[in-house]
């Protein structure tokens, strides 16, 4: 990838594709190329420069990723050969974005150069978090980013397509039938608990899709698509699932994830 520049659009619920994206600047940057970071939900896909090449980074979520991440893909201007990269994090697996995703953008002329998965922590509902295993996976899906970044440079990666299974797969993870489930089984329930509560509006401010409105307390929309931002990040664990326990994952101390990078 023989370019100046690079501008990256990525979305983390938690910090992990954060992390991510970081490790790849520090990468790109030592390198003499300059990395503008924009963030996936805060961008107006009319503003994106299609002269010098693009990287998307997002986490995985039931098997491929968020609606509103899509949603994103789907708007991108049509491009005549602008070079386009991708890189997940995910817990284990994922078997619907890679190959719907360069379906896409290369429908739309993009050149799809390289595509990397990389294992970070999960992130949904964990019983236990183990602090020492989860800095060891941290600490290699950071040499992985790093790895990948260099690798982006030298011209050296590649974007497999496996059609059929994963278009099929794309179209069970990925639609309204999918959403309403997450958001009768999780989303509509999400809540606070009063005495807790501090009513700082954080969880507000973090939602990607703008789903949680301030009442005299938060109150959670139809459109909750489960990034777990408001449930880690709340500074008082308010943020609750009634009857359901489970222990706050957050990659970062801080919502420095939220800041542009
Ligand atoms: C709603 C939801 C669904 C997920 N689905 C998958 C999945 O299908 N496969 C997987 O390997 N990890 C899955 N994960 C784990 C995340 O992809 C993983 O922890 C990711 O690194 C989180 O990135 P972030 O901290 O940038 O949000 C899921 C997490 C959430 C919250």
Redesign the pocket.
Known sequence: MLSNNIQIFYN???????LIVKAMVEVFTNNQIEVKTYRIEKTDVSDINLDIPIGLAF?????STYKFVWDFFKRLPKSNGTPIFMVD??????GAIVGPLKKVLTEKGYDCIGANEIV?????FNKNINKEKNEKIITKGIKNAKLYANQLIEGNTIWRRIPLLSDGLYKLCVNDFVLNIINKTYGKKITVDKEKCIKCELCVKLCPTKNIKMDEYPVWGENCQ???RCLSYCPTEAVIIPNKTFKRYK?IESTLHLKDI
Not at 59 to 63: D, E, G, L, M
Not at 89 to 94: G, K, L, P, R
Not at 120 to 124: A, D, R, T, V, Y
Request: net charge neutral; proline share 7%; charged share 0%.
């Open positions: 983390s619920g938690t910090g992990n594709t954060y986490p995985v979520a039931f098997q994090t995910m817990q284990a697996f994922s970070m922590p999960s992130n949904l489960l990034c777990m990659a």
